[in-house]
């Protein structure tokens, strides 16, 4: 899991992982979240939380970058204990994104919370 979440991701992995957190918003807001696979969606978050701490250049260590480190560790331990046995952490499909944001969106262990911190993250 470290080398999974020491290697950079590209522009088109982060892009999917926005839609995919975007879906989970959007279905949450429709009402119809026990369709958002909570596992996935916590592991785009965790993604988008680790690209807005690279590209921000934000220390690990101390000020809002040591908060990010341990959103995106909570948000990859979330992804681990909550995926299907079946499925690819690492793949985002477009017809498994809304299914999958709906899910994350809908529940608890805090991962609403995350998706608003990092909303605010990549609004800024």
């Given at each position: 899991m470290a080398s999974e979440r020491d290697t950079k991701k590209g522009t088109s992995e982060l892009l999917s992982s926005a839609k995919?957190?975007?879906?989970?918003?959007?279905?949450?807001?429709?009402?119809?979240?026990?369709?958002?696979?909570?596992?996935?969606?916590?592991?785009?978050?965790?993604?988008?939380?680790?690209?807005?701490?690279?590209?921000g250049k934000l220390d690990k260590d101390k000020g809002v970058g040591q908060y990010v480190e341990k959103a995106e560790t909570y948000l990859h331990q979330y992804q681990t204990s909550h995926l299907a046995p079946t499925t690819n952490p690492n793949s985002h499909g477009a017809g498994a994104a809304a299914k999958d944001s709906e899910t994350a969106a809908a529940g608890g262990g805090g991962v609403g919370d995350y998706m608003k911190m990092a909303q605010g993250f990549l609004g800024k």
């Open positions: 995919l957190v975007a879906d989970a918003a959007k279905s949450t807001f429709n009402k119809e979240s026990d369709k958002v696979d909570k596992g996935k969606v916590a592991g785009a978050g965790a993604d988008l939380l680790g690209a807005a701490q690279h590209y």
